[in-house]
């Protein structure tokens, strides 16, 4: 009987998969897009199979150990998709395989060790482990060792594993555990008498303590508290409830946040525009792909609706892309209204076991619509018809860890191989979106907003000369903008107001000597915020009090500089102290479905002013909000990144976009310091190829994308010196490869980043300028030749979008 092997890929950063010996009796089931249970060392890990039937390896292989699904958990369209993007941006197979599934379908095993009785022990750690073990009825997972007493115990453990004072044994990772972490164990039945427990339990004291970990807690506890908190293993658990003494079953669920929302039912009839690009949609050969450019308020979502709808009824599946979930709830809504339980909405809100009952029923096809943000672009939507990505140009799109996708990329990549149509929606479309639409995507306009309704007139305030308001502190206040305010107030009707900067103050610094606090831990200056009062680092998170002296020269007086939207809110509250205000960022956003309660507002008339970051500017249609503010323009125009003014040219756009949407018409004042700037001129104008032919021309020298590709090489470290050294070693090294076979390629740097360091971690950076096929010969080559060294990383970024 020939042998078989199969190739796996693991979660690991690996190059490369390992090969196993496919034991008879898994025989059916060990093919490629399976999950499948592995020896790896001493632990044991949840893989994908890559490919069946591989040539025997040169050592032997150990055994597959199980195959826990009935159907592969990657399908083949998504496995090919995997191999495109590992190879593109030079990411290990198990990472990518990893990115696409719920974080609950992978596990590991656990090590359970056990003290054996009678056997002796010498003190020090070894006594402190078996003191331990002891403590816990003789058993527990290392891993909680290790947690309890903070030090790496497999050294002792092995030690006393061979003198038989303990035993350890693998535990499985649980292969349901998805579920699992989502249950609640309960007490059944009458509680046993105390004697009753002598004879219940005599050989089982694990199940004893656990049954009484559970009974002092009140009679139930999450699943995942009991392996995790408690340090019981899943074993003892279940061996409760095959005793009938404990019942798992599902916790509450969290109550979905979009049922609120009203299921928007579609408008009827689509327009003359809509109609047009629909038949457009409907015309893309499998693969092919259109670019929606339409206008804000131009109706794109019924577009996406409709082309859905059409998908479906051709017996195909759909996914619908949004940037972030938590900002879009209208756009989710209007599906929902259209589509019911046909869809599945995957948010970042939702649990690990949620998640991964969205992806199960997807998978099975019991819903044929997913929604979601980047990641549910691997949504595993069978039959899959189409691919739509709205607001295509946002950012958010481009994973920021390995593997370091863009969701737009992918999406054309998985809509080729699963023959499905793509369509890339924005009324600010990004300039290589727009490039590709002179050759290989289509271009749909809808040049109009629904009902004619102008775009509302934007008023750039320069003000460097404008009149302003006295007494408004560190904000720039112009009288037209105060002015447009009250009136808009005093019409009861809303006003959408921008800052991009969240806090009170941009940063502190001393008047005397010009002291700038900045994060211990990042090259960055620190954020000044009132509620609850302190300094933080926007990057890390890193938190100190408000000084009372100056640090460096103890002068007792420090000025804030730059406001933030704290400031922005104690300001309107004093200028219109009748007004109903509501704040979006960052800072008021961080519980669970914390934005929708503040949009709810806003749409039910309880607000009359809400300002906030970026957050605001997003696919929101407020027919009552008459008047958009941008306060500070220039937040991130001059910031050193070659999309600078791309991005400001966007945000305008969009925000701007938010005002006039219904029948009462609306305006829009910008204040600003540039407003010859060419990303204010054109956003004024609503012109966005004005903007773009503008902006493309200057990519061109120096050439950026998409005059030229780019591959962004990071390198990080905990200390500067190691890192710039090896970011040198990396300069040299390409220098030789690009001379080696004459490649016809930029290298820019080594530099240190524009930030250059954040989180402990020195950062230089170099960069590759060329071709997008000679820069993926060289991504290809590095992703398994880059030698490792050590605490120094280096990250192959392939299309950055930041390079800050
Ligand atoms: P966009 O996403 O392009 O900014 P929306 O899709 O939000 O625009 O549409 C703007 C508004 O126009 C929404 O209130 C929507 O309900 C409405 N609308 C869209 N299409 C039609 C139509 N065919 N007839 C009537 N109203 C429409
Ligand atoms: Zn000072
Ligand atoms: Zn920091």
Known sequence: MTERFAQVALP???????????????????????RVVVPVRRRELIGIVVAADVPAPAATARDLLAAPDADTAVPAGLLETARWMAGYYGAPLGLTLKAMLPGGMWGESQVVATRARGVRVPGGLAGEVVEWLEGRGGEAPVAAAVRALKRPLWEVLDRLARVGAVSLRVEPPDTDAATLTERIATLAGDPPTLLERDTLFRRARQQRRLYEAVEQL??????????????????????????????????????????????VPPPATPTADQQTALAAVEALGPGDGAVLFGVTGSGKTLVYLEAVRRALAAGKGAIVLVPEIGLTPQTVSRLRGAFGDQVAVLHSALSDGERADAWRLLRRGERRV????????????????????????????????????????????????????????SATPSLETMTLAESRLRLLRLPERIGARPLPPVELVDLRVAPKVSGTGAVAWSEALDEAIGATLARRE???????????????????????????????????????????????GHEEPLPFTCRACASPVQQMRGFGTQQLERLLAERYPEARLARMDLDTTSTKWSHQRILASVESGEVDLLLGTQMIAKGLDFPNVTLVGVVDADTGLYLPDFRAAERTFQLLAQVAG???????????????????????????????????REERALRETPPYP????????????????????????????????????????????????PLARIKDRWRWHLLLKGSSEVLGRIVRYAATRLPRAGEVRVVIDRDPVSLL
């Open 218 to 263: 009140g009679g139930s506890v999450l699943v995942s508290h009991v392996t995790g908190q408690l340090g019981f293993t899943v074993a003892v658990l279940r061996a409760l409830e095959r005793r009938g003494l404990v019942r798992i079953g599902r916790a509450e669920r969290l109550r979905d946040p979009f049922a609120d929302f009203p299921a």
């Open 370 to 425: 997913a929604v979601g943000a980047r990641s549910a672009v691997f949504a595993p939507v069978q039959d899959l018809g189409l691919i739509v990505l709205d607001e295509e140009h946002e950012a958010s799109y481009k994973n920021g860890e390995t593997p370091r996708y863009h969701a737009r990329e992918v999406a054309a990549v998985r809509a080729r191989i699963e023959g499905a149509g793509l369509v890339l929606g």
């Open 12 to 34: 690991l950063p690996l190059a490369s998969s390992y090969t196993y010996r496919i034991p008879e009796t898994l025989g059916d089931r060990a093919v490629p897009g399976a």
């Open 658 to 692: 938010r005002a006039g949407r219904g029948p009462k018409g609306g305006r829009v004042l910008v204040q600003t310091r540039h407003p010859l700037h060419h990303a204010l001129v054109w956003s004024a104008r609503h012109d966005t190829e004005g903007f773009l």
């Open 706 to 753: 998409p005059a030229t590709s780019l591959v962004n090489l990071l390198v990080s470290g905990p200390e500067e010196r190691a890192v710039s050294r090896r970011a040198t070693e990396l300069a040299d090294w390409c220098a030789g490869l690009l001379a080696k076979y004459a490649l016809p390629v930029t290298l820019l740097g080594p530099a240190p980043c």
């Open 494 to 540: 809303q006003a959408l107001l921008l800052l991009n900067r969240r806090g009170y103050a941009a940063f502190l610094q001393c008047p005397d000597c010009g002291e700038v606090w900045q994060c211990p831990r990042c090259t960055i200056s620190l954020t000044v915020h009132t509620a609850p009062p302190g300094l933080r680092c926007h990057y890390c």
